[in-house]
């Protein structure tokens, strides 16, 4: 399937100033050589931990930032150092759903005036009204509540009304920034199927980033996983869920609860040690190698890691079946991390 966009080598470095002439000092490595694919019709799902550069890829990509080095392709086309003024056009196409449903509406303008807003920019003709209605109505919102301001809703309409905001120009990327992590978990459902109903009958495209491994499992077709601005892991969501490869992406699913009907917890948890290292001065070689369980197992030592882990960043390639891993040792099905996540027991 064709893809709608192509990001290859995407970096993104905020500058460090100190001192009274404000002097650059250091780097903040927010976003390191990032590649991906989005299909048409497809939706991605970008997890890791906060602070991992998933909010900031998904600005780079809307062009909300601008990209340190590395190239952005949108239907073929490559926009990475267009202007405000070429972009402007392609905002139609490009879209936001934002994480906050309380601060990312005005409060000032009721629901008709912030659904409204995208056709005056772009100056589209006809009934504002209407179509600000029809679009109320397609989201689950009522139609008469046209004149109501946000603060007369809930969370969960007002995420809905920020949804009826990014359809209003019939956009073919939709970037999900955490659209539920701030609603409560009964509304969370009804939002994610919401966006289901909404790709199938627009033929939209989804960035979907969250922290919540659940929820972009049951609403990804792909999976990418980030860790310290890098990717680490990408596949289609069964094959990462199933059979990770790299060990952090088995650290994360072994922290996802899940139970019988007593409640009784049936996965071990892999504790990872240490904190993750900062972006200004990010460790050599492997990113991950200061916190690896696996690069530990292949030394046999708690206290070392293999000499290409500390020093050469490995490169995202093909880890078996339909998944790439950056990891010089990625996990194999007889692994004592597979196990874990697996739910096999010890020693079978």
């Known amino acids: 399937m064709e893809p709608l966009v192509e990001v290859e080598g995407l970096t993104k470095r905020f500058p460090i100033h100190r001192g009274l002439l404000q002097r650059t000092v250091g780097h903040v490595h927010a976003v390191e050589d990032v590649t991906f694919s989005i299909r048409r019709g497809e939706t991605l799902g970008l997890v890791g931990e906060s602070g991992c550069g998933k909010s900031t890829t998904a600005r780079l990509i809307l062009k909300l930032l601008e990209a340190t080095e590395g190239t952005i392709r949108f239907e073929g086309r490559d926009i990475t150092r267009l202007s405000a003024r070429e972009m402007r056009p392609l905002r139609r196409e490009l879209q936001m759903v934002f994480q906050d449903p309380y601060s990312s509406l005005n409060p000032r303008q009721t629901v008709g005036q912030i659904v409204g807003t995208p056709f005056a920019i772009h100056g589209i003709e006809g009934s504002t009204r209407s179509k600000v209605q029809d679009l109320m109505e397609r989201v689950g919102l009522n139609p008469e509540h046209y004149n109501r301001y946000p603060h007369e809703f809930s969370g969960g309409q007002r995420q809905r009304i920020g949804v009826a905001r990014a359809l209003a120009l019939s956009p073919k990327l939709i970037v999900c920034d955490e659209p539920v992590s701030a609603l409560d978990v009964s509304i969370q459902a009804q939002i994610l199927n919401l966006l289901l109903s909404l790709q199938h009958d627009f033929a939209l495209t989804y960035l979907f980033i969250s922290h919540d491994l659940g929820v972009v499992r049951h609403v990804s077709d792909r999976i990418a996983v980030m860790y310290l601005g890098r990717i680490v892991e990408i596949g289609d969501a069964g094959d990462v869920y199933g059979v990770p490869k790299h060990p952090y992406t088995a650290a994360l ?73 950056a990891c010089w040792y990625p996990l194999r099905p007889d692994d004592e991390l597979q196990r874990v996540v697996s739910h096999e027991p010890r020693g079978s």
Not at 268 to 294: M, Y
Request: proline residues 16%; glycine residues 10%; aromatic residues 2%.
């Open 253 to 325: 699913l072994s922290a996802v609860p899940t139970g019988e009907a007593g409640g009784e917890m049936k996965r071990e948890r892999i504790i990872l040690s240490g904190d993750v290292p900062s972006p200004v001065d990010p460790p050599p070689g492997c990113a991950f190698h200061p916190r690896c369980p696996k690069a530990r197992l292949v030394t046999g030592s708690p206290d070392e890691v293999p000499e290409n882990c500390r020093t050469e960043i490995p490169p995202l390639r093909n880890s078996g079946g339909r998944q790439q891993a």
